[in-house]
T-cell receptor, first 116, second 109 residues
Framework: NAGVTQTPKFQVLKTGQSMTLQCAQD?????MSWYRQDPGMGLRLIHY???????DQGEVPNGYNVSRSTTEDFPLRLLSAAPSQTSVYFC???????????????FGAGSRLTVL | GQNIDQPTEMTATEGAIVQINCTYQ??????LFWYQQHAGEAPTFLSY??LDGLEEKGRFSSFLSRSKGYSYLLLKELQMKDSASYLC??????????WGAGTKLIIKP
């Protein structure tokens, strides 16, 4: 049981380049989400999905796109990278979003992105 | 607005007990989580409280008082591996998780 798998673990981009962070879970979780974590700050929600075919914006969605074509996969696309997007990105999933006890998040190992 | 207040950093001694306090303000309430995050790693789930009172899980216990907007995490028999950040994460009426910067706990021998 792999849990939540994120790739790549590290990436360096130049300003203006695009890339996709991959996230896959094998737990049949309905809810998937992307967070970014910056030094001294709490996790900030970028985008989330409550099921296949459904996505919604979080707190800081600008500059990022997502899609959820399958239950398992939830890729995050950076359209035109900017230095402000230098951060650690976490993908997380849970069985449900709207059932308190089932909201325990399982996180991927994280992707450290640097934009020059 | 919604906010969380936790100490930025705490220091404790190996083998001792430490209590990490958290006060929160949210728009409605659907429970509160505690997560542990080691440096350079992802957060991992520790506990969940939705009703008032104490939940015990091995060396870790978590307490909730909804009327006071207050929770604490109690860590007993501290070990060096407990050095980490501890995140108090309440959930609002829309089931949105409210994340703060957490408390960095340093364990000294």
């Amino acid at each position: 049981n792999a849990g939540v798998t994120q790739t790549p673990k590290f990436q360096v981009l130049k300003t203006g380049q695009s890339m996709t962070l991959q996230c896959a879970q094998d737990m049949n979780h309905e809810y998937m989400s992307w967070y970014r974590q910056d030094p001294g700050m709490g996790l900030r929600l970028i985008h989330y999905s409550v099921g296949a075919g459904i996505t919604d914006q979080g707190e800081v969605p600008n500059g990022y796109n997502v899609s959820r074509s399958t239950t398992e996969d939830f890729p995050l696309r950076l359209l035109s990278a900017a230095p402000s997007q230098t951060s650690v990105y976490f993908c997380a999933s849970s069985y449900s979003h709207c059932s308190s006890g089932a909201n325990v998040l399982t996180f991927g190992a994280g992707s450290r992105l640097t934009v020059l | 607005g919604q906010n969380i207040d936790q100490p930025t950093e705490m220091t404790a001694t190996e083998g001792a007990i430490v209590q990490i306090n958290c006060t929160y303000q949210t728009s409605g309430f659907n429970g509160l989580f505690w997560y542990q995050q080691h440096a350079g790693e992802a957060p991992t789930f520790l506990s969940y409280n939705v009703l008032d009172g104490l939940e015990e899980k091995g060396r870790f216990s978590s307490f909730l008082s909804r009327s006071k907007g207050y929770s604490y995490l109690l860590l007993k028999e501290l070990q060096m591996k407990d050095s980490a950040s501890y995140l108090c994460v309440p959930m609002d009426s829309n089931y949105q998780l409210i994340w703060g910067a957490g408390t960095k706990l340093i364990i000294k021998p």
